[in-house]
């Protein structure tokens, strides 16, 4: 009986461990909410339109991809100030070939994303091979970076871009598909929670409750047919939001079910125990920067492909806010611990604080005053929850 009551004590215990860890997971979705109640009351319901969410997807998309690749890189223990340059130079290269001399949409895309991957390369070899802070080397690739921009344009703006083109950025998945589509991520939700709960009671794991999994699947759900919902009562879903959710589901995938997402973590978790454990760091570091190249390379064909053409200004700061997207998302900076999509709703605050205070005219100065405040207490929060 002792024995009986002991273990019930534990699996009580157990279950309150967890209700506090999906509480914590859960808080950056409420202040989401906050945000849009505040700023839906102070517009006049105008910030949840369906015009201004679709709008909102769409300029969040630029930020949410570096966020991704950069989750990788701080979670290895790096960083990489480089992006925003390199989401230009590539954005700008993508332009040239296309308006200059004439390359087809397909090439361009082709040539824009394998530029970024080689420059995300030549930062790595510095970082992995030679040992020199990831820090230094990319701060020395942002101002590289926008220098060849510079050279390579003649500091002239490329425009205007091929229809084709102009489509990556700026067209819509269709209304119905939009709804099939929908289901069949609900679907694969379901799929992947079963097959997760069939694999734990496989390995003798701890089950959590099965309302606790399943509730988890229809709150995700409800938020998908809502979206869904409401952007096609505008024009659709926008494609650039399909873009971020295919690699988010791609790099959640990486991270979460593969050796190299592993090795990511216990890379800026204790690089020396993972080096006792037969972890390549030199080669993962290379790879993470690698990734980081390419994502940089498909946000800069995204922004060119929004705005319909590149300048020698385009990316500016967007390492800053790829780095506060993944802080506020939960993202340590001392490396081991983040998570992607804790990075993407991170991209989606910044982008309604941006968004709405341009609604309510507030001053741009305003906007870089409260970012800069949100990263400053996100920081001192992730600081504070270690202690």
């Known amino acids: 009986m002792a024995k009986t009551a002991a273990a019930e004590g534990k699996a009580q215990g157990n279950r309150g461990v967890s209700f506090k860890f999906d509480l914590q997971a859960y808080t950056l979705i409420i202040a989401l909410v906050l945000i849009a109640v505040i700023f839906s009351v102070f517009t006049g319901g105008e910030f949840l339109s369906s015009r201004n969410i679709s709008n909102l997807i769409i300029q969040m998309s630029v930020i949410a991809v570096l966020a991704i690749g950069m989750t990788l890189v701080i979670v290895a223990g790096h960083i990489d100030l480089s992006v925003g340059s390199l989401v ?4 700008g290269i993508a332009a040239i070939l296309q308006v200059w001399h004439g390359w087809g949409t397909f090439s361009v895309v082709i040539a824009g994303v394998v530029i970024g991957a080689i420059l995300g390369l030549w930062q790595g070899w510095w970082v992995a091979y030679r040992a020199v802070p990831a820090f230094i080397v990319t701060l020395g690739g942002m101002l590289i970076f926008r220098g060849i921009l510079i050279g390579l344009s003649k500091g002239q703006t490329v425009a205007p871009m091929e229809d084709s083109f102009k489509q990556i950025g700026n067209s819509y998945f269709p209304y119905i598909p939009g709804y099939i589509l929908a289901v069949i991520s609900i679907g694969l939700l379901v799929f992947w929670t079963l097959q997760n709960r069939k694999k734990r009671k496989h390995l003798g794991l701890m089950l959590p409750a099965a309302t606790l999994d399943f509730g988890k ?11 869904t919902y409401m ?11 399909l873009i971020v959710v295919l690699f988010a589901a791609v790099f959640i995938f990486i991270s979460n079910k593969t050796a190299f997402g592993r090795s990511i973590y216990a890379l800026g978790g204790n690089q020396e125990a993972a080096a006792l454990s037969g972890i390549n760091i030199k080669r993962n570091t290379l790879w993470v920067f690698i990734t980081m190249g390419s994502l940089a390379g498909v946000a800069g064909v995204l922004l060119t492909s929004r705005l319909n053409a590149a300048t020698v200004s385009a990316g500016n700061m967007y390492e800053l806010d790829a780095i506060a ?9 001392v490396g081991g611990r983040g998570k992607i999509i804790g990075a993407l709703i991170g991209a989606l605050i910044m982008a309604s604080i941006d968004n709405g205070m341009s609604m309510m005219n507030i001053q741009a100065f305003w906007q870089y005053i409260v970012k800069g405040l ?4 996100a920081v001192w929060i992730d600081i504070s929850s270690k202690k």
């Open 88 to 91: 230009g130079l590539t954005g």
């Open 217 to 227: 699947v229809g709150i995700y759900a409800f938020f998908i047919l809502l979206t």
């Open 231 to 241: 952007l096609n009562r505008y024009l659709g879903i926008p494609v650039p939001f």
């Open 325 to 333: 997207a993944c802080v506020i998302g939960g993202t340590s900076l």
């Open 374 to 377: 949100i990263l400053i207490v």
